[in-house]
């Protein structure tokens, strides 16, 4: 089974609208984290947003949000007033355990394209 | 420029020929991760280490592929007898372990191509 779900592949969005990637996962362990990367046409993968399976507000940082759902195991990110320099795929990820040196799974990702 | 890099950033090799890349991370990250990105793909988990020791292996690392990390600063991946399955985009990532997120920081990845 799909540890990481990004049911979307393509998705154009008119410039200054908000925007909001899905992301479910799948795990039986209790700690675990999430994360949302962005990946341009360079190739870079660019950490944008972490949620921690025990945090209880959902994560923010700058345009970037995380509407995290822990009894839907959902983890969307939500980028608000989007610009054309958003237009990239967008990976969602998840870390399982207490063991924060633990391997990322990614999923298959997002193709996000802004229009002006 | 104090970020993850990597050399080659693009490597198109023969079947059968042998490929090294280069991995250098953030200063001060102790944790190195390697991927491999098929197009269309997420990337996947290959292998990481902390310092120089090597801690965790995918089963996609097969025996034709190596990484080392002989002084705990830059890593090497190598891949013996290569074949066109191998042909992938190969990222290097970088974390510091004290931060509750532990994000990992990617590099600009190596593109092999393997004719």
């Known amino acids: 089974a799909q540890k990481i779900t990004q049911t979307q592949p393509g998705m154009f969005v008119q410039e200054k609208e908000a925007v909001t990637l899905d992301c479910t996962y799948d795990t039986s362990d209790p700690s675990y984290g999430l994360f949302w990367y962005k990946q341009p046409s360079s190739g870079e993968m660019i950490f944008l947003i972490y949620q921690g399976s025990y945090d209880q507000q959902n994560a923010t940082e700058g345009r970037y949000s995380l509407n995290f759902q822990k009894a839907r195991k959902s983890a969307n990110l939500v980028i608000s007033a989007s610009q054309l320099g958003d237009s990239a795929m967008y990976f969602c990820a998840m870390r399982e355990g207490w063991n924060r040196d633990d391997k990322i799974i990614f999923g298959k990702g997002t193709r996000l394209h802004i229009l002006p | ?115």
């Open chain 2, 1 to 115: 420029d104090t970020g993850v890099s990597q050399d080659p950033r693009h490597k198109i090799t023969k079947r059968g020929q042998n490929v090294t890349f280069r991995c250098d991370p953030i200063s001060e990250h102790n944790r190195l991760y390697w991927y491999r990105q098929t197009l269309g793909q997420g990337p996947e988990f290959l292998t990481y280490f902390q310092n120089e020791a090597q801690l965790e292996k995918s089963r996609l690392l097969s025996d034709r592929f190596s990484a080392e990390r002989p002084k705990g600063s830059f890593s090497t991946l190598e891949i013996q007898r290569t074949e066109q399955g191998d042909s992938a985009m190969y990222l290097c990532a970088s974390s510091l372990a004290d931060r509750e997120a532990n994000e990992q920081f990617f590099g600009p990845g190596t593109r092999l191509t393997v004719l």
